[in-house]
Nanobody, 126 residues
Framework: QLQLVESGGGLVQPGGSLRLSCVVSGFTLDYYAIGWFRQAPGKEREGVSCIGSTLGLTKYADSVRGRFTISRDSARKTTYLQMNSLKAEDTAVYYC???????????????????WGQGTQVTVSS
């Protein structure tokens, strides 16, 4: 059974950095994409970034491009989201998810992903 576990969230001051990790286990897929999403209180879940397993192509939401970087360590089945220059509006629960259908580039809409982690809280506040 496919499982995803996020970690690395916490409280950080504006302008600070955090690195989130997503460890995926329990699957053997020829292709998959990993997406990072976030959901703030009272708002819909939104896509932040994604990365494909075959070519490693990435995609970012406009709101985080240039500040966030997604990367992966295939050997450890771990995907990272490096978040720099954090802003108060980045505060949310962050989720990682797996898409097991091939598409290039990977999509950032949540509806395309079928397997989800439990989320990790990121709070940006002074």
């Amino acid at each position: 059974q496919l499982q995803l576990v996020e970690s690395g969230g916490g409280l950080v001051q504006p302008g600070g950095s955090l690195r989130l990790s997503c460890v995926v286990s329990g699957f053997t897929l020829d292709y998959y994409a990993i997406g990072w999403f976030r959901q703030a209180p009272g708002k819909e879940r939104e896509g932040v970034s994604c990365i494909g397993s075959t070519l490693g192509l990435t995609k970012y939401a406009d709101s985080v491009r240039g500040r966030f970087t997604i990367s992966r360590d295939s050997a450890r089945k771990t995907t990272y989201l490096q978040m720099n220059s954090l802003k108060a509006e980045d505060t949310a629960v962050y989720y990682c998810a797996v898409r097991d259908v091939y598409s290039v580039p990977c999509p950032t809409a949540p509806d395309y992903y079928g397997y989800w982690g439990q989320g990790t809280q990121v709070t940006v506040s002074s």
